[in-house]
């Protein structure tokens, strides 16, 4: 459990990082001033900064009005970060390196950096992936892509039907079949023509499951009813797809833009379906999944935070107060009434869309604590 969590918080840590990270490089670049670059919510925990050419410790939230540079600080809550860009809410008109001095290019790429990071780590970690292989359903039918290699073939049970022998008998969907009577049969068409040999016998399944082999004893049906099997099984093919170094960024690009399809589409699916609360995951449910990933494998991990870094640069492009793509609009909002919008109302709307994300934080872990 606790290996579980460390890994959870390191991958939050590393998503947020690049994230901020995107933020901060591009307002210096910018020539803005970046009072602080945090990672969690405030209230400050502690944080240093350079001055005269030597790193100094800050402690709490203590503030140094004189101080020109910038404030690296680790802040209570370990659950976002943040970069605060002086301007950024409106302020501070008179000073030039103010984020609301700057080029309405300049403010819009500031603010598309993260998300930008978001994508181009999704996009790495999946084509770093791709080199050793990730892991897939594989279909003899159907040609592999340009370059690809299947690693590793193996037979798993996607599916075991409620009630039929397999179930009761134990097996689990991703249960690996390693032999079938102490016997390895070479493809999935040579186990199910085994299976369907056997009819009402009992059948000894040898797999793997969490890296651990077992047996487990199957008294399959004598006579199983239509497009229904003897042992109530679904299996699969599953291989590890593996491409070139030189062609799995190209891939990588390919499936990142495909999962952006498919996060958008789920969106989409869960507004319109009104299903609320039920069918949202908060840090527990991430952290749980985590542990789950863990059990399989490194190369699931790193799938695993592609997925996540996708997602995070998907909510944070939405039109939502507080969110990046919420300040991109009030910019496009400025754009078009040629003027400049109310600060007031901007930092109004922006906090109580903070607030309402810290609202659905909340309700969202108490869901996933309820039902965990």
Request: proline share 6%; charged share 15%.
């Amino acid at each position: 459990m606790i290996i579980t969590i460390l890994i959870f918080l390191i991958i939050l840590a590393v998503l947020i990082f690049v994230h901020e990270f995107g933020h901060f490089w591009v307002a210096k670049r910018s020539g803005m001033k970046v009072e602080e670059f945090g990672f969690g919510f405030p209230p400050r925990l502690g944080g240093v900064y350079k001055i005269h050419g030597k790193w100094k410790l800050i402690w709490g939230q203590k503030s140094l009005p004189d101080f020109e540079g910038t404030i690296y600080s680790i802040n209570a809550i370990p659950l976002g970060g943040f970069v605060r860009i002086l301007g950024e809410n409106n302020e501070d008109p008179g000073n030039p390196s103010s984020f609301i001095n700057q080029t309405a290019w300049k403010r819009f790429f500031t603010l598309a950096a993260g998300v930008l990071m978001n994508v181009i780590l999704a996009w790495v970690l999946i084509s770093a992936a791709y080199i050793p292989g990730l892991p897939t359903a594989v279909d003899p039918t159907v040609a592999l892509p340009h370059h690809a290699i299947i690693k590793t073939p193996q037979v798993a049970i996607v599916d075991v039907i409620p009630g039929e022998p397999a179930e009761k008998a134990g097996l689990e969907p991703g249960d690996i079949i390693l032999k079938v009577n102490g016997v390895i049969l070479p493809d999935i068409t040579a186990i199910q023509n085994f299976i369907d040999s056997e009819k009402g016998q009992t059948i000894d399944f040898t797999i793997e499951r969490l890296n651990q082999t077992m047996d487990v004893k199957v008294k399959s049906l004598a006579n199983p009813g239509p497009g229904q099997g003897p042992t109530g099984i679904e299996l699969a093919s599953l291989g590890k797809l593996s491409f070139p170094w030189y062609y799995a960024p190209i891939v990588g690009a390919e499936t990142v833009y495909q999962q952006a399809i498919g996060i958008f589409s789920g969106l989409y699916q869960l507004i319109s379906t009104k299903a609320g609360l039920s069918a949202v995951g908060g840090p527990v449910k991430i952290a749980e999944l985590t542990g789950q990933v863990r059990d399989l494998g490194f190369v699931y991990l790193v799938q695993f935070a592609a997925f996540l870094s996708l997602n995070l640069a998907i909510l944070n492009i939405l039109p939502f107060p507080a969110l990046d793509g919420g300040r991109i609009l009030f910019l496009v909002i400025e754009k078009i009434r040629r003027k400049r919008n109310n600060p007031a109302v901007e930092q109004f709307v922006n906090t109580i869309g903070f607030v309402l994300l810290l609202v659905l934080m909340v309700a969202v872990t108490i869901k996933d604590i309820i039902h965990k």
